[in-house]
């Protein structure tokens, strides 16, 4: 049970750049969220997904596209990466809403961006 | 809009001593209250999380503590050592996409 897992672990990227950060879990979670760590902000919310085949924006969703093509992955792409974006990327994921919102979230271990 | 703050943002206590860490919240229509334990260069693990139905959770030395009227949560530390240091953050649920985050005190327990 691996839990939820992200790829790459760290990336450089020149200003212009596309990329996309892709999410496991195995949890079988319904709702699957990117956040973005960076000093002095704390986490943000980017996007997250309530289910298969759907995406909402966060508070910081700009620069940023997310799909859900199946359950158990959720992908982060930046279309033309930006200084800006350099950051710290997680990705969680949790039981569904309703009666769900009690339960534990979980993150994975991080990717580390720098857009240079 | 929701805020959650923490303080202290930087704690250094030697070992063996217990310790609070705070956390308080503006808006008290939340679903819970969960607090994170950040390693360096570590994703987030999950310490305690407190339902707005309940007043504390313990897990171990941890302890957890919720008063949702005041907007206040602490988390006790029971008989700290080197492996406790760490950043602790606490969020709170509003939403089922809702997560707020404080910005974590940084803990040292020093041998």
């Known amino acids: 049970n691996a839990g939820v897992t992200q790829t790459p672990k760290f990336r450089v990227l020149k200003t212009g750049q596309s990329m996309t950060l892709l999410c496991a879990q195995d949890?079988?979670?319904?709702?699957m969220y990117w956040y973005r760590q960076d000093p002095g902000m704390g986490l943000r919310l980017i996007h997250y997904s309530v289910g298969e085949g759907t995406t909402a924006k966060g508070e910081v969703p700009d620069g940023y596209n997310v799909s859900r093509l199946k359950k158990q992955n959720f992908l982060l792409g930046l279309e033309s990466a930006a200084p800006s974006q350099t950051s710290v990327y997680f990705c969680a994921s949790s039981y569904g809403g309703g009666r769900f919102f009690g339960n534990t979230i979980y993150f994975g271990e991080g990717s580390w961006l720098t857009v240079v | 809009k929701q805020e959650v703050t923490q303080i202290p943002a930087a704690l250094s206590v030697p070992e063996g001593e217990n310790l609070v860490l705070n956390c308080s919240f503006t808006?008290?229509?939340?679903?819970?209250l969960q607090w994170f334990r950040q390693d360096p260069g570590k994703g987030l693990t999950s310490l305690l999380l407190i339902q707005s139905s309940q007043r504390e959770q313990t897990s171990g030395r941890l302890n957890a503590s919720l008063d949702k009227s005041s907007g206040r949560s602490t988390l006790y530390i029971a008989a700290s050592q080197p492996g406790d240091s760490a950043t602790y953050l606490c969020?709170?649920?509003?939403?089922?996409?809702?997560?707020?985050f404080g910005e974590g005190t940084q803990l040292t327990v020093n041998p």
């Open positions: 808006d008290s229509a939340i679903y819970n």
């Open positions: 969020a709170v649920r509003t939403s089922g996409s809702r997560l707020t």
């Open positions: 949890m079988n979670h319904e709702y």
